[in-house]
């Protein structure tokens, strides 16, 4: 099989192959970001980077037999300005529906898989006339500890149901790092609500995510890549501190220290823009 990836990032979807038990005899990559390229090439030696997803085509590559992506997603997302199509980094569907039309030339039967946020209806709607399939809504909460609701696009099946694993933020907690501790003044004017602790930060009020730190027998809240380096977790104890390299990298289903070839920074952000990777070995495990 030979696969095609845009905007590969660190490469989970190759992850996910892996873990589906798919055999791959090329996988050809589609990044620009330096350090997303060295985590990859650090784990999968043998990736492609063909760089720039605007100055590859079908043409230049042998028969493409499963095309990847999640194209980005900040002007979709309701957390953003949602400028749609007119956003720069959101035009970059096109350049996946340009992609898949490309190679349907030679291969018409190819296998495809796009993720994207949730989003407005109207949007949503314009991409799956374009890809000619229905969108299958998944959150990876329900494969990990984290609240991550996703939508996908796909020829792979028509619908996926995955089984609840109840997997807590409990569960993933990385105990042999070094733990970096919110000080109590710090955390004034605490505010319980139902899924996370919100607190006062110099008196500038709860609204940001960088004041909320999760209960240990709930999810966390969705990774971006602004929140995943400031992800916190409250402790039995009554405590805040910030979640390690590790535990992010357990709310995604990447193995331990898969991103140890950059700094913490660099690898909590990058998290926060990719996939969850049990969800999409779902999707994998259904290609014949």
Not at 73 to 79: K, P
Request: glycine share 6%; charged share 30%.
């Amino acid at each position: 099989m030979n696969v095609l990836s845009l905007f590969d990032g660190m490469s989970c979807g190759q992850i996910a192959l892996e873990r589906a038990g798919i055999k791959v005899d090329n996988y050809f990559a589609r990044e620009i970001d330096k350090y997303a390229m060295k985590v990859t090439q650090s784990n999968f030696p043998n990736t492609v980077q063909l760089g720039d997803v605007t100055k590859v085509f079908a043409k230049d590559l042998p028969k493409i037999d499963l095309l990847i992506g999640g194209s980005p997603c900040q002007g979709f997302s309701f957390a953003g300005k949602q400028l749609n199509f007119e956003d720069p980094r959101s035009k970059l569907f096109f350049e996946y529906v340009r992609m898949l039309n490309e190679i349907r030339v030679t291969n018409p039967n190819v296998l495809f898989l796009l993720e994207n946020v949730e989003m407005k209806k109207e949007y949503e709607d314009v991409i799956s006339e374009y890809l000619g399939v229905k969108p299958i809504k998944i959150n990876s909460s329900l494969v990990s500890s984290q609240n991550r609701p996703r939508i996908y696009w796909t020829n792979i099946v028509e619908d996926l149901k995955i089984e609840d694993r109840g997997i807590f933020i409990e569960n993933i907690l990385d105990l042999n790092s070094e733990h970096t501790f919110i000080p109590d003044e710090k955390t004034i004017n605490r505010k319980y609500t139902k899924n996370y602790l919100q607190y006062d930060i110099n008196g500038k009020g709860h609204g940001s995510q960088d004041q909320r730190a999760y209960y240990l027998k709930g999810k966390h809240g969705c990774l971006d890549t602004g929140v995943s380096g400031k992800a916190k977790i409250l402790l039995e104890d009554g405590r805040v501190r910030k979640a390690t390299r590790i535990e992010c990298e357990r709310m995604q289903n990447v193995k331990d220290n898969y991103t140890k070839s950059v700094t913490e920074s660099q690898a909590k952000s990058m998290l926060g823009n990719e996939w969850t990777v049990d969800v999409i070995v779902e999707f994998f495990k259904n290609i014949k």
